[in-house]
């Protein structure tokens, strides 16, 4: 069971540059999410969808992009890498089914932006 | 808007004894409560959540954790703490009618000493 995968696990930017961090997941989960996690912050809500066409900004947005073309996959986009977004990026997904549920998480995407 | 406090960033423990870690939680309806643990270099794993069905809740590796309604709190306890528990471990709240997206607390790092 793959559940939440994540690419690239490292990645180092220059300031300027731009990426894509890939998410797929193959639980068939309408929603899914990233945060960024920082040292003594938790996790911040960047941008999340609840299927596929449909995005929404979270609580941290700024210079960021996302879209969902398919329900498996929830890439997010850095089109100008500024140091400020060093950080570990997690993708997330959750049924929409029932409410109680859990998100399940990838293992993780480590960037820095020197 | 809910917001989750974790009181106690770093929280160290002998091997054996009790481990007790704090959340509190605040929120304008009944809310659904998790706690995950994010062990190094890895993403974030369910531990247990809380869902109204019952206020003391058991999870894995013997972990469980109390809903308190009055004290607003959903603390995370095991009876003898082992090495491999060391890690860092976030309590998160979901507001049920959302998009399911989790608020994290900022997180507990537990150190286990030998």
């Known amino acids: 069971n793959a559940g939440v995968t994540q690419t690239p696990k490292f990645r180092i930017l220059k300031i300027g540059q731009s990426m894509t961090l890939q998410c797929t997941q193959d639980?068939?989960?309408?929603?899914m999410y990233w945060y960024r996690q920082d040292p003594g912050m938790g996790l911040k809500l960047i941008y999340y969808?609840?299927?596929?066409?449909?995005?929404d900004k979270g609580e941290v947005p700024n210079g960021y992009n996302v879209s969902r073309s398919t329900t498996e996959d929830f890439p997010l986009r850095l089109e100008l890498a500024a140091p400020s977004q060093t950080s570990v990026y997690f993708c997330?997904?959750?049924?929409?089914?029932?409410?109680?549920?859990?998100?399940?998480f990838g293992q993780g995407t480590r960037l820095t932006v020197v | 808007a809910q917001s989750v406090t974790q009181l106690g960033s770093h929280v160290s423990v002998s091997e054996g004894a009790l481990v007790l870690l704090r959340c509190n939680y605040s929120s304008s309806v009944p809310p659904y409560l998790f706690w995950y643990v994010q062990y190094p270099n890895q993403g974030l794993q369910l531990l247990l959540k809380?869902?109204?069905?019952?206020?003391l809740v058991k999870g894995i590796n013997g972990f469980e954790a109390e809903f308190k309604k009055s004290e607003t709190s959903f603390h995370l306890t095991k009876p003898s703490a082992h090495m491999s528990d060391a890690a860092e471990y976030f309590c998160a709240v979901r507001v049920p009618g959302s998009a399911r997206q989790l608020t994290f607390g900022s997180g507990t790092q537990l150190t286990v000493l030998p």
């Open positions: 997330a997904s959750c049924e929409r089914q029932a409410t109680n549920t859990e998100a399940f």
């Open positions: 809380y869902t109204s069905a019952a206020t």
């Open positions: 969808s609840v299927g596929a066409g449909i995005t």
């Open positions: 639980m068939n989960h309408n929603y």
